[in-house]
């Protein structure tokens, strides 16, 4: 069944487990997730993040989703991920997503927070749910999404608690140390800074650069608030090493090769799953 974010994120923010919020782009990634979800009777977030439009239009996605994902027993919640053109935003409202990442996080703080209010203010009027980011990741190494000249700057737990009472947002991605990519050297998530953002705000957060974050970081993290986890680097990695390998010995059937990938998505994000204890 599809649902918005919050339906999904409130019960994981309570009972203290976390939902994955996979990046998807095309069938194999839509699908692979989803069926990850079906296999292990979790609710599943399936992003499709702006920088794929290229891929895919907000409508195919919507379509493909929507038909993959409504005859399901799971909840399932078609999120648009890091979108900072709000046009982009209101044509994703309006083909059907049920939830959507305003990133404003580049923007002076006032600036940010007048348009994360602006979003909230149509979203919400049409039972879609609202993202918003304060403070930004570094990229880490074959990230996608991540640039090189990316800088980390905490989340100021302060300024979040006056950004979400002024915006109304339903989930907020804060910045404590996780890369968008995979980790160059050994993590620091400050869990601290998290537990004083958490405390200050009593919503669900939203933890960014999933991929190659430790299960023991990521459950501190769960036990302090982060009720989303974003998954995007690992899940192409793995699926094009593993497409490589499976070519290097033979030469399938293009139909065939898709199947094997959905396998191969489905098996990183049944990890990430585990490790979130969203079941
Ligand atoms: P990773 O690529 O590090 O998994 O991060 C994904 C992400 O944060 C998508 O918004």
Redesign the pocket.
């Known amino acids: 069944m599809m649902t918005n974010l919050k339906t999904i994120l409130i019960p994981a923010y309570e009972k203290k487990y976390a939902v994955g919020s996979f990046?998807s782009y095309n069938y194999e990634t839509f699908r692979g997730s989803i069926e990850a979800g079906v296999e292990t009777g979790t609710p599943i977030i399936a992003?499709f993040?702006a920088k794929y439009l290229a891929n895919m239009s907000l409508e195919t996605a919507s379509a493909l989703v929507h038909s993959l994902a409504e005859p399901l027993d799971i909840p399932i919640c078609l999120h648009l991920?890091?979108s900072k053109d709000m046009e982009v935003i209101f044509r994703a409202i309006q083909a059907g997503f049920g939830s959507v990442m305003y990133d404003g996080s580049a923007l002076p703080f006032e600036e940010n927070l007048a348009n994360t209010r602006a979003v909230c203010r149509v979203a919400h009027a049409c039972g879609v749910s609202v993202e918003a980011e304060l403070g930004s990741l570094a990229a880490?190494r074959e990230?996608h999404?991540g640039e090189a000249t990316d800088v980390e700057k905490y989340t100021d737990p302060k300024a979040a608690k006056k950004f979400v009472s002024a915006t109304d947002v339903d989930a907020l991605a804060v910045s404590i140390g996780t890369?968008?990519?995979l980790y160059k050297g050994k993590p620091n998530i400050r869990v601290d800074i998290l537990k004083e953002i958490d405390q200050a705000l009593g919503i669900p957060l939203v933890l960014?650069?999933?991929?190659?974050t430790p299960k023991e970081d990521i459950l501190q993290c769960i036990a302090n608030g982060i009720a989303k986890i974003?998954?995007?680097?690992?899940i192409s990695s793995d699926a094009v090493a593993r497409s490589a390998a499976l070519l290097a010995k033979e030469k399938p059937h293009f139909s065939v090769l898709s199947l094997h990938q959905v396998d191969f998505v489905k098996e990183t994000v049944k990890k990430y799953i585990a490790f979130f204890r969203s079941h």
């Not at 960014?208 to 190659?212: A, D, P, R, T």
């Open positions: 990046n992003a993040g991920d890091h880490g990230s999404e890369v968008h990519g960014h650069g999933g991929s190659g974003n998954v995007n680097t690992e």
